[in-house]
């Protein structure tokens, strides 16, 4: 977390986003405070130095944390797009930007193990009741309920 605060390369996880707001929220404030107990010729001296680097960070983190979502950096300039950001979820894998924050590789859909064949886990079997129209696997001609052997004609639960 933090690595490279004023790099515009790379991605970001949205907890790290959010604490870089709290962060320049926070140093903002005392910016604000620091000018003010000084007077106001180098109050705002001060307070412009301060700001140059804080708003680089800011700026910073938003590109990276667009990036993360799969946009350019330039999308933060949008209103209230950082609300956005705050909460849309990242792409998952690597995408133009790098790779993904998390660690999570690309899963697009989300397989998990088939309990019939766990050693294939991109069967394409999605969890689920195992004898219904989850199960890619069963054959909905025949007459065989796959679960128990026992017999029984397609559309019998419907009668």
Request: glycine share 14%.
């Amino acid at each position: 977390m933090f690595k490279d605060p004023f790099s515009f390369e790379g991605r970001i996880r949205r907890s790290e986003y959010g604490i870089s707001i709290i962060i320049y929220l926070i140093l903002y404030w005392l910016a604000i405070f620091l000018a003010i107990g000084i007077g106001n010729d180098p109050g705002a001296v001060i307070f412009t130095i301060c700001m140059i680097p804080l708003i680089w960070f800011g700026l910073a983190q938003g590109a990276k944390r667009c990036h993360d979502i799969g946009n350019s950096g330039w999308w933060q300039l949008i209103p209230f797009y950082g609300l956005w950001m705050l909460f849309q979820d990242g792409t998952p894998g690597q995408n133009q930007y790098g790779e993904n924050p998390k660690g999570i590789m690309n899963q697009s859909p989300p397989f998990i193990v088939d309990p019939q064949n766990p050693q294939n886990p991109q069967s394409g079997y999605q969890g689920g009741y195992l004898g219904g129209h989850n199960n890619p696997n069963t054959n909905y001609g025949s007459n065989v309920n796959p679960q128990n052997g026992s017999g029984y004609n397609d559309g019998d639960l419907y009668k």
